[in-house]
C-alpha cells in the first residue's frame, strides 16, 4: 500500500531552520516528481517546491526562493525540504505529494498525499 509520511517540522523562532523530510513506500518512487505544498490556516493550499524524477530538476514559490532547499534520495526513498530564514508568513501544514504524469507537481495531477507536517515560525 503507498503511503507518503512527512516529518521534521515544529516551533522554530524567526530567521531558523527546518529540514522537513517526505518517506515514501508502496510505489515506484523513482519514477514520480515529488512536491511539497503547503496551507496556512485561512489560506488556500499552495505549491511550494518540486523536484523532477531524473536530473535533478527543481522549482520554487516565489517566496521561497533563495531560502528554501528540495533534495531527493532515491535509494532511501525520500525527499527533503530544507528551510531557511523561516519567517512567520512560511507557518502551515506542509505536505508532500507524489506525481507520476509529469505535470510538474500541479495540484489537480498529483497522485498521492501524505497527511501533512505543522510548522509554526514564531517568537
Known amino acids: 500500500q503507498w503511503q507518503l509520511v512527512e516529518s521534521g517540522g515544529g516551533l522554530v523562532q524567526p530567521g531558523g531552520s527546518l529540514k522537513l523530510s517526505c518517506a515514501a513506500s508502496g510505489f515506484p518512487f523513482d519514477y514520480f516528481q515529488i512536491g511539497w505544498f503547503r496551507q496556512a490556516p485561512g489560506k488556500e493550499r499552495e505549491g511550494v517546491s518540486c523536484?523532477?524524477?531524473?536530473?535533478?530538476?527543481?522549482k520554487y514559490a516565489d517566496s521561497v526562493k533563495g531560502r528554501f532547499t528540495i533534495s531527493r534520495d532515491d535509494a532511501n526513498n525520500t525527499v527533503y525540504l530544507q528551510m531557511n530564514s523561516l519567517q512567520p508568513e512560511d507557518t502551515a501544514v506542509y505536505y508532500c505529494a507524489a506525481d507520476s504524469s509529469g505535470s510538474w507537481c500541479a495540484q489537480y495531477a498529483m497522485d498521492y498525499w501524505g497527511k501533512g507536517t505543522l510548522v509554526t515560525v514564531s517568537s
Open positions: 523536484i523532477a524524477s531524473v536530473g535533478g530538476r527543481t
